[in-house]
């Protein structure tokens, strides 16, 4: 059990700015191993997220509570996965080779592709969220909604660790002691049941969202590959922010027609 504690602070520690105790082992092979606990991460950063928002919306409107929600959930993380979305789309958008697409990923400068797919994403998880708090019901299930999404959309990027193979320099990958390593299947249960348990607390339709992030993950890994090979970290902080979205987008047409 202490072993496995030490895992999940060591993903705590890699996803997020959140302090861990100085005793953890800061080995690659730690690190290989924590990533069974990093849908268990996205939940906690899930409740820390909806912590805030149910904290602010007692203060201010439901649109300023989001915007801080959703800006506590960045700091928390340090942009982690934003700037992976932002990477891959300057990459993609302005590389047309492997080689050109891995050398505009490792550049550390922010180009349009990068600014405007980032005002892009933010914009439209910002008006989605604020479109499923304003829907009858109980605050409770959306707040559990994003709890829910943080964990899925990691579960996303593991599956992607375990189909493709990584791709990037690997001297300077910051990414390089977890993306090298396909998970075991005791590792993948771990984490699917940390993407799942949110779902308790669901009705059973919110299942049916998956429906959506499964293409959505599909498709990028398909478009990944066909471009580099397979993926790199930025490619997974990518997949957590796009099948985010689309996980949001099913719970609003479930909670609108069904």
Sequence with gaps: MKKQLHYFLTALMFLTR????????????????????FTWVGLLVGV????????????????LA????????????????EDGF???????????TKEKILLIMKDSRLGTYGVVGLICILS?????????????????????IIIAAHGISRLAGLTMMHQYSYVADMDTSKSKPVTTRKLTAAE????????????IFLPYTFLLAILLVIPARLYLGWYFHKWIGG??????????QVTEIFFYIGCLLIWKFI
Excluded at 51 to 62: D, E, G, K, N, R
């Design 86 to 96: 932002a990477d891959v789309c300057d990459a993609f958008g302005g590389g047309w």
């Design 66 to 81: 989001l915007a801080f929600s959703m800006a506590v959930s960045i700091l928390t993380t340090g942009a982690f996965h």
């Design 18 to 37: 959140i302090p861990v105790p100085p005793i953890i082992n800061h080995s690659d092979s730690m690190l290989q191993k924590s990533a069974r606990y």
């Design 188 to 199: 993948l249960t771990i984490a699917c049941a940390g993407a799942a348990l949110p779902f």
């Design 124 to 144: 439209v998880k910002f008006l989605l969220l604020l479109e499923l708090v304003a829907m009858p019901g109980s605050l409770n299930r959306f707040l559990v």
């Design 231 to 240: 993926y790199t970290g930025d490619c997974l902080g990518a997949t957590q």
């Design 48 to 63: 820390i997220a909806a912590t805030a928002y149910w904290l602010l919306q007692h203060i201010f409107s439901p649109a």
